[in-house]
């Protein structure tokens, strides 16, 4: 495995390019955050306002917020890994009736996947992780490079 932090930006990218493969079935919105506002103001630190998610994904007629964390961790996704606004954001699309959905990256050397994980799951999950083996059910097909 790479040595360098996890900064969420090469599953980002990942994600991105992704949806952009998908041509007209789908339409990725990105959502501005501190990273970009500090780019557009040459490095200045400036506080952005807190988004509810990464991304507003539409796919085959279907529209959700989707929100993008990457784990290097050798068992499990922790929960932790969510920001509070944006795990608070969840649950109030989700109770309503919206769609909120966590796209995860696990980092690893040989068995880079992703795993698209509803909010609700995590939202009533008893524990504050879940282990990559309780994730393969939400295992999804985006192309990834190994780390």
């Known amino acids: 495995m790479s040595s360098h ?3 969420g930006a090469q599953a980002e990218d ?4 992704h949806w952009q493969s998908q041509g007209k079935a789908a339409h990725l919105l990105r959502f501005r955050d501190n990273k970009d506002i500090r780019g557009l103001n040459r490095g200045k630190a400036l506080a952005a306002f807190k988004q509810p998610s990464d991304y507003l994904l539409t796919h085959q007629g279907v529209t959700l917020y989707a929100e993008v964390k990457s ?21 109030r699309i989700v109770v309503a009736g919206g769609r909120y959905d966590f796209f995860v990256r696990r980092l690893h050397p040989t068995e880079g996947r ?9 939202l009533s999950h ?5 282990s990559w083996t309780e994730l393969q059910p ?8 190994t780390t």
């Open 138 to 145: 939400h295992a999804v097909e985006i192309p990834c490079r």
């Open 114 to 122: 992703w795993f698209r994980l509803p909010a609700r799951v995590v």
């Open 14 to 17: 990942e994600f991105e390019r």
């Open 71 to 91: 784990s290097a961790h050798p068992t499990a996704f922790a929960f932790g890994l969510i920001a509070p606004y944006q795990l608070g954001s969840a649950e």
């Open 5 to 7: 932090t996890n900064t």
């Open 126 to 130: 008893p524990r504050r992780s879940m």
